[in-house]
């Protein structure tokens, strides 16, 4: 049994199916057009002269006056063809290079795309994008670019050798402040995409709270904090058109010096009877055209911000995925999950360590902890969000990531504390997952979470697109909780999902979850002593590692356990007592007290401390120590029945 790729591993090609992009042809169509639009232009000259010396000797110019004609004409259709490719060329690849870093970013592992806020990832895929997409017909356009000053040189050598060595001798200053632009505009606009960036989140994150901020009056402050990079901004803008403006005035003053003299020498060889008017005309234009390789540095400067737009953009693409294997799950698996030896290292800091922990099929599990103590990481081990630096995560007895995405997806849901429910109708946020759950799925995952009663105040019910519904965070909570009901599998991990929701809608939803979601494993984070006293079992958490494992009951003896909760007051836990007993005796359970799932606790070392809780040595289970067994689930009522 092997996964089909080493951990995150896979090439960004192999995650989406924009790997090959849109090849060389949107270039290549770029580059044929300007070809051919700088070989009319380099003809123009000569057949023109030609033309004025038939005029001027009274000579047939027909041919001659119309062939120019046809030049002029096809130059302007060249350029025409020209711009619309170009359009093209930029468009499809923009849209390449942003799907390619969207799709890293979606395929990426959660938590290593945390570096990136919304507002710098928003400005890879627009700006960063955009430039990046423009750098191929930039280079199509600049190789043509050439085709001009070589023809005109080459036609200049042909109509008279010594106006084009003139212009030769010129050229060596022209590739020197060409060269010189190249190399200094790279850092600048480098620097100049940071800050836009910096910019940018900034701007997101007051955006996401405004509230915060209108609340606080800190309009002004707030203001100042994301405008404080623009003086930086502007040094580097000026900067950058500061070096555009140095290249161009340098251009500027070589290219129309190089056409003067070489105008001057083609004149004196004129006076000297070697050149003819027409063909004097033509030298002046091939000068004028050869020493316009100046006119590439803007077309430089398109690749040089296209190349360090297309840095960033693929820091997105090459974020670390997580490789998915071919196994599937046993089919009459029940959700018993497993940790095994499991350790999750981030920043240098072990963020969480489980030794061995196993969460019986079908049972309901509280996560308690402080802020910080690994709640969230483990929910995101458990689930396979994240994987552990070291250790293994085992679901019905196969490792997580062993498991193809579907099996994997298909079988573990996850509702959040601010689901993501995107752009469509109601219906579609909840039925969107893994599978798209049916009409009838939909309405009673929605049920479940206690969201029906207010879908169907909205105009269109289930219909109502989520840009026409104004949702509060409880009702838009209860929509992702509605949308993992309908894709509950053998794991539900609730993290923080129910947060918004009052105390009586909780307990309403917890019951409908027993009732009529899918059965199976449920891992609840929960940061009310309501929720965890419900839980068949507790898994408190502290600095990362195991504290203890009982049910809340027992647990609750803790001091620093009741601690977790806020100020232990007798109200909580009277709260938290008569909330267990009731869920308990409404459901047919035993009601929960100490003596009831006493073997249900488990210490490191094997013993159970004095105040009835099992604490679990982080740093514990030494070889011989068994695994933290969690009691197996009390019936639930309809499972009595059967
Ligand atoms: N990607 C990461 N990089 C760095 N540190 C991380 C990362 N993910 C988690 N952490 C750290 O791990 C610790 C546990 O985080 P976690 O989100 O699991 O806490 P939590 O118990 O869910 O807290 P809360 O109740 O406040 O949400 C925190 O100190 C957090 O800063």
């Given at each position: 049994m092997r996964t089909s790729r080493s951990r995150a591993s896979r090439a960004p090609e192999a995650r989406d199916g924009t790997a090959a992009g849109p090849g060389r042809a949107p270039?290549?169509?770029?580059?044929?057009?300007?070809?051919?639009?700088?070989?009319?232009?380099?003809?123009?000259?000569?057949?023109?002269?030609?033309?004025?010396?038939?005029?001027?000797?009274?000579?047939?110019?027909?041919?001659?006056?119309?062939?120019?004609?046809?030049?002029?004409v096809g130059e302007l259709l060249l350029d025409s063809l020209t711009a619309l490719f170009t359009g093209r060329c930029n468009a499809t690849w923009t849209a390449h290079v942003r799907a390619r870093a969207l799709t890293g970013l979606l395929d990426a592992v959660p938590d290593r795309a945390r570096p990136f806020s919304p507002g710098d990832v928003g400005t890879r895929l627009t700006l960063n994008a955009t430039d990046a997409g423009g750098a191929p017909a930039a280079r199509a356009a600049l190789a043509a670019s050439l085709v001009t000053p070589l023809g005109a040189l080459v036609a200049l050598a042909l109509v008279d050798p010594?106006?084009?060595?003139?212009?030769?001798?010129?050229?060596?200053?022209?590739?020197?402040?060409?060269?010189?632009?190249?190399?200094?505009?790279?850092?600048?606009?480098?620097?100049?995409?940071?800050?836009?960036?910096?910019?940018?989140?900034?701007?997101?994150?007051?955006?996401?709270?405004?509230?915060?901020?209108?609340?606080?009056?800190?309009?002004?402050?707030?203001?100042?904090?994301?405008?404080?990079?623009?003086?930086?901004?502007?040094?580097?803008?000026?900067?950058?058109?500061?070096?555009?403006?140095?290249?161009?005035?340098?251009?500027?003053?070589?290219?129309?010096?190089?056409?003067?003299?070489?105008?001057?020498?083609?004149?004196?060889?004129?006076?000297?009877?070697?050149?003819?008017?027409?063909?004097?005309?033509?030298?002046?234009?091939?000068?004028?055209?050869?020493?316009?390789?100046?006119?590439?540095?803007?077309?430089?400067?398109?690749?040089?911000?296209?190349?360090?737009?297309?840095?960033?953009?693929?820091?997105?693409?090459?974020?670390?995925?997580?490789?998915?294997?071919?196994?599937?799950?046993?089919?009459?698996?029940?959700?018993?999950?497993?940790?095994?030896?499991?350790?999750?290292?981030?920043?240098?800091?072990?963020?969480?360590?489980?030794?061995?922990?196993?969460?019986?099929?079908?049972?309901?599990?509280?996560?308690?902890?402080?802020?910080?103590?690994?709640?969230?990481?483990?929910?995101?081990?458990?689930?396979?969000?994240?994987?552990?630096?070291?250790?293994?995560?085992?679901?019905?007895?196969?490792?997580?990531?062993?498991?193809?995405?579907?099996?994997?997806?298909?079988?573990?849901?996850?509702?959040?504390?601010?689901?993501?429910?995107?752009?469509?109708?109601?219906?579609?946020?909840?039925?969107?997952?893994?599978?798209?759950?049916?009409?009838?799925?939909v309405e009673r995952a929605a049920c479940a979470a206690g969201a029906d009663g207010f879908v169907r105040r909205l105009p269109h019910a289930y219909d109502t697109p989520l840009t026409g519904a104004p949702l509060s965070g409880g009702e838009h909570q209860r929509l992702g909780l509605a949308r993992a009901f309908a894709q509950a599998g053998r794991l539900l991990v609730l993290d923080d999902a129910t947060s918004s929701l009052d105390t009586a809608t909780e307990h309403e939803v917890n019951l409908a979850l027993r009732r009529s979601v899918r059965p199976g494993t449920r891992l609840v984070i929960a940061h009310r002593p309501?929720?965890?006293?419900?839980?068949?079992?507790?898994?408190?958490?502290?600095?990362?590692?195991?504290?203890?494992?009982?049910?809340?009951?027992?647990?609750?003896h803790t001091a620093d356990y009741r601690a977790v909760f806020g100020p232990a007051d007798g109200a909580a836990t009277a709260e938290a007592t008569a909330t267990a007993e009731a869920t308990a005796t409404a459901e047919g359970a035993a009601p929960v007290d100490g003596t009831a799932t006493a073997e249900g606790m488990t210490t490191a070392e094997g013993t159970a401390p004095a105040d009835g809780t099992a604490p679990v040595d982080g740093a514990a289970p030494t070889a011989g120590v068994g695994p933290a067994r969690l009691p197996e689930p009390r019936p639930r009522p309809e499972e009595a029945r059967q």
């Open positions: 270039e290549v169509l770029v580059l044929l057009c300007s070809v051919a639009a700088a070989l009319t232009t380099v003809a123009q000259p000569v057949v023109l002269g030609r033309t004025l010396d038939l005029l001027l000797r009274d000579g047939d110019a027909a041919p001659w006056l119309a062939l120019s004609a046809a030049l002029l010594w106006v084009a060595a003139c212009v030769c001798a010129g050229l060596p200053a022209l590739a020197l402040v060409l060269r010189t632009f190249a190399r200094d505009t790279g850092a600048s606009v480098a620097a100049y995409q940071r800050t836009q960036s910096r910019i940018a989140s900034a701007l997101l994150e007051a955006l996401d709270g405004t509230a915060t901020i209108g609340a606080a009056g800190t309009g002004k402050r707030e203001r100042a904090r994301i405008l404080a990079p623009l003086a930086e901004l502007a040094v580097q803008g000026r900067h950058m058109w500061a070096l555009h403006g140095r290249a161009l005035a340098r251009s500027g003053v070589l290219v129309p010096l190089l056409t003067l003299v070489a105008t001057g020498v083609a004149g004196l060889r004129l006076a000297a009877g070697d050149l003819s008017v027409g063909e004097l005309l033509a030298a002046g234009r091939y000068a004028q055209l050869t020493a316009g390789v100046g006119g590439a540095a803007s077309l430089l400067g398109a690749i040089v911000r296209g190349r360090a737009a297309r840095d960033r953009t693929r820091e997105l693409e090459r974020l670390p995925a997580l490789a998915h294997g071919t196994e599937r799950l046993p089919p009459a698996g029940t959700g018993e999950l497993e940790l095994r030896a499991v350790r999750v290292v981030r920043d240098g800091r072990e963020v969480l360590r489980a030794d061995h922990l196993r969460v019986p099929g079908g049972s309901t599990v509280a996560v308690v902890g402080r802020g910080g103590a690994g709640k969230s990481v483990l929910a995101a081990v458990a689930g396979r969000l994240i994987d552990p630096d070291e250790g293994q995560v085992l679901l019905d007895g196969v490792r997580l990531d062993r498991l193809t995405r579907e099996a994997l997806r298909t079988e573990v849901a996850f509702a959040f504390e601010r689901p993501v429910l995107g752009e469509g109708t109601i219906a579609d946020a909840v039925a969107s997952g893994a599978r798209r759950a049916s009409p009838d799925e309501s929720v965890a006293a419900r839980a068949d079992l507790v898994i408190w958490l502290e600095a990362g590692g195991v504290r203890a494992l009982g049910t809340h009951h027992e647990l609750w």
